[in-house]
């Protein structure tokens, strides 16, 4: 069954500056666990921008004592919802990721630990997918129509199991976070069978900048015996 959902990532282009042309974006995330509210991690984000366009990401997760503990690495270059990006976990050895061969195609890739030999495969990405940060520019390349009510079906690529899962996406509500206009969303497996192991995420983000403020759901993080931390995660800029 499906282990780890990247958001997060799914996460990883919150708080983008419209206006900027190049340099550095910085924020982070700040994760909780979903039952105790204890502090779990914090993701670290540095967005590079060159030419108006948003190049690359590095993340770096750090545990509650500060210490750095996994990175991630974006490209976007290729193409903006079906980035190349490699996460690698250095307490197991963890490592997944994927890169964008010809057309749609995509390498999707995965190490369980670090003894593990890397197991890949090469899917077809389709239309309408996303892959790790490329679902916050899916969801800004639709908010039109995530903002009209209209649910929208994509294909998620996981590197965990070398494959893609159809999702909707619709909206929930709209209303008030943190003092500001937001919109509320769920993001849910159309399979009837998966949907009992994958639980839905839900996510918040600022009308008015297109920012994400919150995540609730499965993280990319894996807890101390090798399961997806279920979290809530609240960004801001530092």
């Known amino acids: 069954m499906i282990q780890r959902i990247p958001m997060l990532l799914i996460l990883l282009l919150a708080f983008r500056l419209d206006s900027a ?3 550095k974006v910085k924020f982070n995330g700040t994760a909780y666990d979903l039952e105790t509210g204890n ?63 010809n057309g749609n195609s995509v390498k999707l890739f995965v190490r369980k630990r670090s003894e593990d030999s890397i197991q890949e495969k090469i899917i077809d990405g389709g239309v309408l997918s996303s892959l790790d940060g490329g679902f916050d520019y899916f969801v800004i390349d639709h908010w039109e129509e995530l903002i009209s009510g209209k649910k929208i079906k994509l294909n998620f690529l996981v590197p965990s199991e070398r494959d893609k899962f159809q999702f909707s996406l619709e909206k929930i509500k709209e209303g008030e976070y943190s003092g500001k206009p937001a919109l509320f ?27 994400i403020m919150e995540f609730k759901g499965t993280s990319n993080i894996n807890d101390e015996n090798g399961k997806s931390h279920k979290v809530k995660i609240v960004y801001g800029f530092r």
């Open 39 to 101: 502090l779990l991690y914090k993701d670290f984000h540095e967005e590079i921008w060159e030419n108006g366009k948003h190049a690359r990401s590095i993340i770096t997760y750090k545990d509650p004592e500060g210490k750095i503990f996994a990175k991630k690495r974006i490209d976007f270059s290729k193409n903006r919802t079906l980035p190349d990006f490699q996460l690698e976990d250095s307490r197991d050895g963890y490592l997944e990721g994927g890169t964008l061969q």
């Open 21 to 23: 042309d190049t340099g």
């Open 185 to 211: 969303l769920k993001l849910k497996i159309d399979s009837a069978i998966l949907s009992v192991f994958v639980k839905p995420i839900d996510l918040v983000y600022d009308i008015q900048s297109k920012r």
